[in-house]
Structures are given as structure tokens and as C-alpha cells.
């Protein structure tokens, strides 16, 4: 069954890729522009949504074999939650596709469905037991609504950089053209560290470190990519790798900095690499394409994305979070990192939807808080889970 | 202030900027503008239109919106600071948390728990920002929903010319038979679930104005959500609580008045070993340190004191119920829940000791020891005896090296004891026996005490909680909900339709999401009625080619 659930999972990723693949077509596929660059005849858009409905329907083959397999909805580790969010998030796509019907959003959604899975997969993938205060109903209530919001507000935030592609200056050289790029180059980072932890895992390299913890006790630590940056007063036990330059302190997590430093670099060449091939802003090679959309359009997209998304994840983040911590941690609210960023989360978008009552907050500025709140989610599911790490550690 | 008329012959509030009723623009700003500001369909809000008193004043600055994000956004950036490091919370209390933030956060550590942070969520600031937060949503949306309710409801369906020109949405249309379009349009809009109002031959097709009570519902919702967490600083609302209870035995549940008890007949650990775990998590046990632990659990009764009992006497109790209280499944009765939270394995609860001849080794007798409850004195016949004359709970030996105890736990106990035997009936012989530890204080015993057995118990921790705050947390919390999805998922649209000058004048207005009132225009085009331009959109378009 797990093996059934595994190909399940790997047949959407190849799917998500052919609907990329139709959509980035439909959109810069240049014989179906009329002079105005409006779309005419085209049909490429409609395969991608086919495709990526069988793909969401495989994913949610995955996903309903590993529940059956496992005894308890598969979203209790890092790997099954952000793979839940990428399958929200296709899903979120399906539907805003369905009133909006742009194309334009299918190639710029599933390319980030895809670095969520191929992500997710380089956590631990077993099937895991249940701990005592996983153990409930609530589990699969409180984590696929709040995933599913998620999504849908991971959504919002794809429209939002579209919008911005549509609509920034490139020509002109400023803060703005700048944060674009920015936001592209994460996801490089993201798509560097990707690329790095499965070549390093195909060549299975591990360096073993001895050190001094923060605890002051000796202990080992593994290595999984060529160490740039040792644990405390670390000394490597494998032979025949890469020696650090230098140790971080002990109350570092030595490992993970290393690999937050491999990402970002390799991250910065991939970005060059594209930036060489291009020969100018990436912002200012993805405009032209972008012509056809009306910025009203998009920006209506982004804000209906995160009004639909706003509900449900405060049902799922706060209102059934805190009906389980009730029953489980006996209170409904605890002051756990995690809870406070779930009120970040939903602090920021009760800002976003206020800011829209002002005039001179639709368009761009919208944009950049949706692609803001995007960042918000993030941090809160992989830093807070990984490194502030309360209650709720996953992994 | 002197009501203003409009040509229609509504009387509309001082400050209104587009009539109530007819819609026409009653202020020269408004005139010169070519789209009409619709926000709250120009109503009279009491923040715009006085600024004079104090009370003005502070009304006004709480009923803006950008007082209001700002508020949020200091919320929000404040909680966040919060979460840098531990709240004193989480850190383990056997510390202090001075040296704690120092020790473990260096610098900033030290920086952070000057300030406050340690304790963010409790500090006056943080609890003012909340409160300034629940004053400016109350005091925006009076500011906002009464009017805008006056609006919506007086309303009429002609509306001024000037009202319907500038709208975003826009158009004129030519037409043969004026009746028969206006007829179909009446019945597309129909089918589209649209509520119509006619009125001397013009249309007013209305839909969804419900929603545009989601914010003053959800804001509600909020405010009874705040108040019930402020209800928590009341005394008697809120009880929390620990409860100890070793298996077998029965401890008063504290917060409850003595009026509760509760036996904890056994308590239970499971862990996920190989043999009895399913198959497909094996490799992920293989992976993890250490044992995974699959249940814990306290099978415990309940039992309410019987009236009448005198305090100090033994209470006469009657049993409740029965309850296997795991996580996640508390064990409720009367506004109470007891949670299992903790637990500790093989508490030492008895020790059993031998009295024995030395040289002969021969024994003369046990005795158990009650760790929690030890006797003075253990009879043992034939003129021996044994007498504790100190008990060290959690024996350890103090600065001036003499031995004491640091609790009353018994996790390392140590006795002394005096021997009496036929051979010394008077004074008896000294004997200090602990944990690995078997002295005699003067050496040259002819009996000692030799240890025999240990009888131990699983103790389980329970969280006792009461939170009379509960309901208003609840109905807050629904009542926000509903308001969300209401505001959310609906939204208010309006379309006029009107013969003016022999032509169709369609005019329309949605508070958001445009692109779906505009599809409602494409399908009026079947009866006729031309697509009325979106002005905003032609204005942005404009924009780009300069
Ligand atoms: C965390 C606190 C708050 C939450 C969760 C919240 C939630 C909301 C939501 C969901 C909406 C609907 C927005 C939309 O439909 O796009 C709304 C509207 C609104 N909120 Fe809040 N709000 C909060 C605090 C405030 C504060 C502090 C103010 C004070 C100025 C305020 C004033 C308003 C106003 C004026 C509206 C528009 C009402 C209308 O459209 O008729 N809110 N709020």
C-alpha cells in the first residue's frame, strides 16, 4: 500500500510538470496572439487543466493510500505536511481556475506544487507511529483545514507575483525591481537546495562529526552535505571528505546552517546562470509574456484567492486548533510559537483585507503583502517547526 | 446640525455625501469628481463629519482604519518578538529565570528578559494593544454599520442621473422597444437570483446585501471572543491546577472545595515494539532513538464527597464514574477537567528490611516500611524491636555535612534506625541505612538491618482545569466565523437599470469581486442591453499607454 501511495505521489509530480509545461506553452505560445495579445484559439490552457486534475486526483490517490495504509490521515511529519500543502495548493489552483480561467496562473502555481513535493520528499518519508497527543480525530481536522487555507492563500500569493511581473517597470533600476528578483532568487535557493541534497544523496555522502553539545555533552552528529560549517569544537571521524573552515558555537544547529549556506549559494549561482541566459531581469524576460492580462483581472484573482483562503485557515489555524489544544494540552491557547505565528499569520491577512478598504492599496501594494503573507506561511512550517520548535515539532 | 434636502425630497443626515435615497451627490467635492466615492454609499459618518470635542477626537482616531492596521500590525510584530525565545512559560521552573536567559541566550538572553519579553504576553503593553484593538473595532464599526444600514434600507430604486453616470460600471443603450428589453433583463436577472424592485418602469436588481454585514457580524464575534478571554483575570472563572496520584490510592482534587477525589486504580505505559507494532512503521522506529511511546493512560474513579463529613475526618465518599484518562481523552464532571499530563514510573512506595544477627547471619524478622507513612516503631516479638529514629525522604547530606532531605519524595531514601534486641533492651544499636549505604555509626553492631525488597508505583500526573470562560470564548468564536464566511463568500451587488432620455441606462456597484458583476452585464446583453465599460479598468489602461 505504501508503494502503491509512493508511485501515486510520483506519477502528480509528472503530471504537475506536463500541466507546467501546457500552460507555460498557452502563455507564451506566440501563434495564438491576436495583435491586442489577447488569447485566440488556444488550447493548450485546457489540456494543462486536464492534466493537472488528473495529477490533483493522483495526488489525492496518494494521499487517501497512505491514510488507509498508516491507520491515521497522513499529515503528522514534515514530509506528509508539506506535500499535503502542495496537493491544497493544486487544488486551490483548480478552483480559482475554474471561475478565472487563467492560464497564466497554472504556470507560475505548479512549478511551486512541484518544488513543495520534491522538497518534502528529502525529509524522512517512512509511515510513522502516532504519539499520544497525535492520537485523535482532531488531527485530520485541524491539519487538513488549516493546510487547505494555506493553500488557498499560497495562491493568492502566485497571482500577486504575477501581478507584479505584469506590472513592475523593469527598465528602471530600483528597491522594487530589486524585491522581485529577490523573491525569485529564494525560490532558486529553494531549487539549489533541492538539487544539492539529492545529488549528495544519490552519492551518498555523509561526514560523521564528533562535538561538544550545548549541554556541554559529547555527542555525534551526521552530515549529509560536505560540512562548511562544523558543530562546536567538532571533529570529523570520516575519512576522506571535506573539512570545515570553521565550528559554530554550540547552541547553533551546525548542520542545518551548513545547509542554509549551501542553499543560498548555490541558490546565487543558479540565479546568475539565469540571469547570464537572459540578459536581463528575469521580471523583465516574464513581462512580454504577461501583456495579455488585464492587472484588475489578476489582482481580483489574488484578493478572491485570499478571501477564500482567509476562513478556512482560521477555522483550521486557530478556531479547530484551538478546540483540539483544548482537549489535548488542556487549554485552548498556549502562547507556543507555533500557535503565535498561526496569529501572525492571521494578523497579517486581517491587515491585507483592512488595507484593501483604503484607497491606493489595490494593485501593487496588494501584490507585494500577498507574496509577504506567502513568506509568513512558510517561516511559520519550516523555521518555526524546525528550529523554534515547541509542542508542535514535527520531523 | 440642520438636515440637508435633496431634490428627490429625502432629508438626509448632516455630513451625507450622496442622498440616501436618490443617490445624487449633495457635496461640490463629489460634483467634481468623475467616479463617485461609493464607499458606505457616501453615508454621514459621525467620524467625518465632527472633529471638534475631545470626545470627537478620540472617536475619530479609533474609528480609522489606518489606526486600526496599525494596531494590527503592532500586534502583530509584537507577538512575533515574543516568540525569539522561550516565554518564562516554557522554561523549566527549577531555575531562575534571570540566570536562565543568560546562561542559555547569552547577551541577548539577558537583553531580552530586561525588557520583559520573558513574560510578552502577560506584560500591560501587549494587554493595552489588545485592548485598543477591541475599542477601535467596536468603535469603527458603530462609526460604519448604523449609517451604512440606514442607507441600505431607505434606498430607493430611481436614482439621480449624476449617481448613475458616475459609477465604475457604466453604459447607455439605444433600443426599439424599451419595455421588452427592460423585460428580459428583469428575467435574466431573475434567473441569475437577483431580488428586483421596480419603480415607475426602472429596475433596482439587488443580491447578497447580507454580506455587507459579515465585518459587523465577524467584529461582534471578536469582541464577545476578547471579552471572555478578559473574564479569565475574574476569580473563580478559571482553575488550573496538578494532581499527583499514586496507584491505588485516592487524593482530593484541588480547585474543587474537597468536594472531589479521585483513585487511580492502575496506571499504564505502552510503548510501539516490534513485535506488537504494524509493519509499515517499522522503519521509522528503526530510525528513532530510544522508545516511541504509544499510550499512557490513568484507569481512574471518581468520587464525590458524601455531605456531612467534618472536615479533618476521614470523608465518607461515593463513586461517580470511571474513566481511562489518556491524552486527548480528559476526564470531565461538573465544569472540570482532569488531563493526563505527566507521569513517573516505579516511585519507590515501600522498602523491606531484615533484622539480622551479624555473625550468625541468622534473621529475626522483617519489616515493611511505609515510605510515605512510616511507623515509629516495628514490633518484632521475643523483646526485638526496631525504632526509626530519622527518615530521610531524599536523603542527602546538607553544607555542614549533616545528613537531611531535600523533599518529602521519597526518591532516595535513607533511615535511622535503633535495634533493640534481648542483648541490648536499653539503648539499642545505631544503624544508618540508605540507597547503597549500610553504616553502622559506631562500628561494633552485633545486629544489622539488611535490605529485602522494594515494592514501587507508578504515579500519574493530571492537569485539573476549570474555565468558566469557555461559553464566551465559544460564542465568540462562532459568531466571528459566521460573520467571515458571510463577508467572505457573498458578495453585494446592485444593478440599476432606467429610462432616461428614451435610452436604458445601466448602472452597477459591487463592493468586490467586479469581474463576477461584470458577468452578470454579459448576460444582460442577451436582452439587449449593451456591456457597460468599466471605467477604472479604461482609466488604468490609460495610464500604461502614457
Ligand atoms: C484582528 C482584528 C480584526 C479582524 C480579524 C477583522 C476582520 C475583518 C474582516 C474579515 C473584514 C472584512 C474585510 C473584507 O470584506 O474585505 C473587516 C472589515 C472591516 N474592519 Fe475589521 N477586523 C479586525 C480589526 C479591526 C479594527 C481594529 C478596525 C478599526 C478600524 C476594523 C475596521 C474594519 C472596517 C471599517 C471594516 C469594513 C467594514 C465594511 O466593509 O463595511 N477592523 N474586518
Not at chain 1, 389 to 395: F, I, P, R
Not at chain 2, 20 to 40: F, I, N, Q
Request: aromatic share 14%.
Amino acid at each position: 500500500m505504501v508503494e502503491i501511495s509512493r508511485t501515486l505521489l510520483y506519477i502528480a509530480f509528472i503530471l504537475y510538470l506536463l500541466g507546467t509545461i501546457f500552460f507555460a506553452v498557452s502563455v507564451t505560445g506566440k501563434k495564438w496572439r491576436d495583435k491586442d495579445g489577447a488569447m485566440t484559439g488556444n488550447r493548450w490552457g485546457f489540456f494543462g487543466f486536464i492534466v493537472t486534475t488528473i495529477g490533483f486526483i493522483s495526488a489525492l490517490g496518494y494521499f487517501i493510500t497512505r491514510w488507509i495504509a498508516a491507520g491515521h490521515p497522513p499529515v503528522s511529519n514534515m514530509f506528509e505536511y508539506l506535500t499535503a500543502l502542495a496537493i491544497t495548493l493544486s487544488l486551490a489552483f483548480i478552483i480559482l481556475y475554474l471561475i478565472y480561467k487563467t492560464n497564466v496562473l497554472g504556470m507560475f502555481t505548479l512549478p511551486v506544487v512541484m518544488l513543495l513535493i520534491a522538497y518534502a520528499s528529502l525529509f524522512p518519508t517512512e509511515v510513522e507511529p502516532l504519539i499520544p497527543a497525535l492520537q485523535s480525530d482532531w488531527l485530520a481536522i485541524h491539519v487538513s483545514t488549516t493546510v487547505l487555507g494555506q493553500g488557498i492563500l499560497s495562491v493568492g500569493a502566485a497571482a500577486g507575483f504575477i501581478y507584479l511581473a505584469r506590472t513592475l517597470d523593469f527598465t528602471q533600476r530600483g528597491k522594487k525591481v530589486f524585491w522581485f528578483e529577490f523573491i525569485i532568487y529564494t525560490l532558486t535557493s529553494l531549487l539549489g537546495y533541492i538539487l544539492i541534497r539529492y545529488i549528495f544523496q544519490w552519492m551518498n555522502y555523509t561526514a560523521q562529526f564528533q562535538y561538544i553539545d550545548e549541554n556541554g555533552q559529547s555527542d555525534e552528529m551526521t552530515y549529509h552535505l560536505p560540512a562548511l560549517i562544523g558543530p562546536n569544537e567538532g571533529e570529523l571521524l570520516t575519512s576522506g571528505v571535506m573539512r570545515p573552515f570553521i565550528n559554530a558555537p554550540a547552541w547553533i544547529r551546525s548542520d542545518d546552517l551548513n545547509t542554509v549556506i549551501w542553499s543560498l549559494i548555490t541558490g546565487l549561482i543558479i540565479y546568475f546562470l539565469l540571469r547570464l541566459l537572459l540578459r536581463k531581469p528575469i521580471g523583465a524576460r516574464l513581462q512580454p509574456f504577461l501583456k495579455g492580462i488585464q492587472p484588475t483581472v489578476i489582482d481580483e484573482v489574488s484578493y478572491r484567492a485570499i478571501a477564500i483562503g482567509f476562513p478556512i485557515f482560521t477555522l483550521g489555524g486557530l478556531i479547530f486548533a484551538m478546540i483540539w489544544a483544548q482537549i489535548a494540552w488542556t487549554r485552548f491557547w498556549g502562547w507556543d510559537p507555533k500557535e503565535v505565528w498561526a496569529l501572525i499569520t492571521f494578523l497579517f491577512y486581517a491587515a491585507y483585507l483592512h488595507l484593501r478598504l483604503s484607497r491606493g492599496w489595490h494593485g501593487e501594494r496588494s501584490a507585494w503583502l500577498c507574496v509577504i503573507g506567502f513568506a509568513i506561511i512558510m517561516f511559520n512550517l519550516i523555521f518555526v517547526n524546525l528550529v523554534i520548535a515547541g509542542l508542535h515539532s514535527y520531523a | 446640525m440642520e438636515k440637508i434636502k435633496c431634490e428627490c425630497g429625502h432629508e438626509n443626515p448632516y455630513g451625507t455625501k450622496l442622498c440616501e435615497a436618490c443617490g445624487k451627490p449633495l457635496e461640490d467635492e463629489e460634483k467634481s469628481s468623475t467616479l463617485l466615492d461609493m464607499r458606505y454609499d457616501g453615508v454621514a459618518r459621525r467620524s467625518q463629519t465632527y472633529n471638534k470635542t475631545i470626545v470627537d477626537k478620540i472617536w475619530n482616531f479609533f474609528s480609522s482604519v489606518k489606526v486600526g492596521v496599525w494596531l494590527i500590525i503592532l500586534t502583530l510584530v509584537a507577538s512575533s518578538i515574543g516568540t525569539i525565545f522561550p516565554q518564562e512559560l516554557y522554561i523549566p521552573n527549577t531555575v531562575d529565570p534571570a540566570e536562565y536567559y543568560r546562561e542559555e541566550y547569552g547577551i541577548f538572553g539577558q537583553l531580552y528578559y530586561t525588557l520583559g519579553f520573558h513574560n510578552l504576553y502577560g506584560s500591560w503593553w501587549y494587554m493595552l494593544l489588545v485592548a485598543s484593538l477591541g475599542v477601535s473595532i467596536i468603535v469603527a464599526s458603530i462609526d460604519r454599520g448604523v449609517p451604512l444600514y440606514r442607507v441600505l434600507k431607505n434606498q430607493r430604486v430611481t436614482r439621480n442621473e449624476n449617481f448613475l453616470k458616475r459609477q465604475r460600471l457604466f453604459g447607455q443603450t439605444k433600443t426599439e422597444n424599451i419595455d421588452e428589453t427592460m423585460e428580459k433583463a428583469r428575467s435574466l436577472l431573475k434567473r441569475r437570483k437577483y431580488k428586483i424592485r421596480e419603480e415607475n418602469g426602472h429596475i433596482l436588481a439587488e443580491k447578497g446585501r447580507f454580506s455587507r454585514w459579515g465585518p459587523y457580524v465577524n467584529h461582534t464575534g471578536l469582541i464577545i471572543f476578547l471579552f471572555g478571554a478578559m473574564l479569565r483575570f475574574f476569580p473563580g472563572m478559571y482553575v488550573d491546577d496538578l494532581v499527583w496520584v499514586r496507584e491505588g490510592e485516592i487524593e482530593a482534587i484541588p480547585g474543587t472545595g474537597g468536594e472531589y477525589y479521585l483513585e487511580n486504580e492502575q496506571f499504564i505505559v505502552d510503548i510501539y515494539d516490534k513485535e506488537n507494532t504494524d509493519e509499515v512503521f517499522l522503519d521509522a522506529l528503526e530510525r528513532t532513538e530510544g522508545p516511541v511511546i504509544k499510550n499512557f493512560q490513568t484507569n481512574a474513579v471518581l468520587y464525590k464527597r458524601v455531605d456531612g463529613g467534618t472536615i479533618g475526618e476521614e470523608p465518607e465518599l461515593e463513586k461517580v464514574k470511571t474513566h481511562e484518562i489518556r491524552v486527548n481523552q480528559p476526564l470531565t464532571f461538573d465544569n472540570f477537567s482532569l488531563y493526563q499530563l505527566n507521569y513517573k514510573l516505579n516511585e519507590l512506595n515501600k522498602m523491606t528490611f531484615t533484622l539480622d544477627h551479624r555473625e550468625t547471619g541468622e534473621s529475626v524478622g522483617e519489616i515493611e516500611i511505609d515510605l510515605f507513612q512510616p511507623e515509629e516503631e516495628y514490633d518484632l516479638g521475643n523483646g526485638y524491636r526496631v525504632v526509626i529514629d530519622s527518615y530521610f525522604p531524599n536523603f542527602t547530606f546538607n553544607e555542614e555535612g549533616e545528613p537531611t532531605t531535600i523533599s518529602s519524595i521519597p526518591d532516595n531514601p535513607a533511615f535511622i534506625f535503633r535495634m533493640y534486641s534481648p542483648e541490648h533492651p536499653e539503648e539499642g544499636e545505631y544503624s544508618f541505612v540508605g540507597i547503597q549505604r549500610n553504616e553502622d555509626i559506631f562500628k561494633e553492631n552485633d545486629y544489622q538491618m539488611s535490605f529485602a525488597g522494594i515494592e514501587t508505583k507508578h504515579v500519574t500526573g493530571l492537569t485539573v482545569r476549570k474555565d468558566l470562560t469557555l461559553p464566551f470564548i465559544i460564542l465568540g468564536g462562532v459568531i466571528f466565523m459566521i460573520g467571515l464566511i458571510q463577508g467572505s463568500y457573498w458578495s453585494h451587488r446592485r444593478i440599476w437599470l432606467q429610462r432616461i432620455h428614451g435610452e436604458i441606462w445601466a448602472a452597477g456597484y459591487t463592493n468586490k469581486q467586479w469581474e463576477s458583476l461584470k458577468r452578470d452585464f454579459q448576460a444582460l446583453e442577451e436582452a439587449g442591453i449593451q456591456m457597460p465599460e468599466d471605467r477604472l479598468e479604461e482609466k488604468e489602461k490609460q495610464k500604461e499607454k502614457e
